[in-house]
């Protein structure tokens, strides 16, 4: 059984650091691609960010490109998000999953985890 586990998140200040972290099991880790998405409080699940099996792409959103980086390392079965110059608009639910495909689409990502909070004041 799959399972992936988010920590990390918190409250911090505009213009603050997080960095998330994802560990998974249950599942060959180093054989699928990963992503980050998230949810506002009232919103749609967006995408953040994704990265092939073996770190050779990473893709990102729009709102997050510049500010944010994904990483793994398949020797601890963890995917990382370190988010930089954070900004009140990335307050949410913060979601790892693994997916089928390398992609910014929800439906090609089989398994998520619980979701770790961030949240930025202003």
């Known amino acids: 059984q799959v399972q992936l586990v988010e920590s990390g998140g918190g409250l911090v200040q505009a213009g603050g650091s997080l960095r998330l972290s994802c560990v998974a099991s249950g599942r060959t880790f180093n054989s699928d691609p990963m992503g980050w998405f998230r949810q506002p409080l009232g919103e749609e699940r967006e995408f953040v960010a994704a990265i092939t099996h073996n770190s050779s792409l990473s893709y990102y959103g729009s709102s997050t490109k510049g500010r944010f980086t994904v990483s793994r390392d398949n020797a601890k079965n963890t995917l990382y998000l370190q988010m930089n110059s954070l900004e009140p608009e990335d307050t949410g639910i913060y979601y790892c999953?693994?997916?089928?495909?390398?992609?910014?689409?929800?439906?090609?990502?089989?398994?998520w985890g619980q979701g770790t909070q961030v949240t930025v004041s202003s």
């Open positions: 999953a693994r997916g089928k495909k390398f992609s910014d689409w929800e439906a090609n990502y089989g398994y």
